[in-house]
């Protein structure tokens, strides 16, 4: 069951990160078997994944090291045609995998944050596009750490090949600004931008890009 891609949340608590995240440097990939833990109701307005329960850590959790069972990444691709029909914003409202070309990138800009924890915060804000293999486009946002990701050296055109980038736990939600339609935007914490994901699912050449998932559709 382990080795199926089942996802489920789980949170540890402020009090209890040194004890389970820092001093034992966990990594994110790698295997482990975790015991003695509480289950929860997920009352997260966006869930991360789609269940309705999560599991939470406690003093008396045990998490031991184990051997790797599966080398899939365990990504759950949907292509731009449930994004676009609202699918995963009416029904589900949880976080969701895509993948595409990167295209119209601009430049980041700084907006106003009401979720901030000081007055007046600002939040860094890039604008950005995905284009399918049928050449349809998905807009998508990314704020803060999901905007860094194309500064520095995430983001680097290589030898002319297209630049593809798996979306990882990102949300569907209607456009802000009057423009009717869906956009995908960054989940604080969650969200991740890949470029050039070195999965078998996807092959990348200076001629084209082609994939072997679902996400076709």
């Known amino acids: 069951m382990f080795s199926q891609g089942d996802k489920i949340q789980v949170t540890i608590s402020e009090n209890l990160v040194a004890q389970f995240y820092v001093r034992r440097r966990t990594e994110e990939d790698e295997w482990k078997t975790i015991s003695n833990f509480a289950l929860e109701n997920d009352t997260f307005a966006v869930k991360v994944v789609d269940t309705n329960y999560q599991i939470k850590f406690t003093a008396d959790t045990v998490v031991e090291n184990i051997d790797g069972l599966s080398n899939n990444h365990f990504i759950d691709y949907h292509n731009f045609d449930k994004i676009y029909d609202g699918w995963s914003a009416f029904s589900k409202n949880c976080c969701l995998d895509t993948m595409g070309e990167v295209t119209n990138v601009e430049p980041i800009i700084y907006v106003d944050d009401p979720a901030a924890p000081r007055l007046a915060e600002k939040s860094r804000m890039k604008r950005f596009s995905l284009r399918n ?85």
């Open 133 to 217: 293999l049928q050449g349809h486009h998905l807009q998508c946002v990314a704020y803060n750490e999901a905007a860094d990701y194309f500064t520095h050296n995430f983001w680097v055109a290589d030898s002319g090949k297209p630049v593809v980038a798996v979306l990882r736990f990102w949300r569907a939600k209607f456009k802000d600004r009057g423009e009717g339609g869906m956009e995908v935007v960054s989940q604080p914490g969650v969200s991740k931008v890949l470029f050039y994901p070195l999965f078998p699912e996807v092959q990348i050449s200076n001629s084209g890009w082609s994939t072997s998932t679902s996400v076709r559709g």
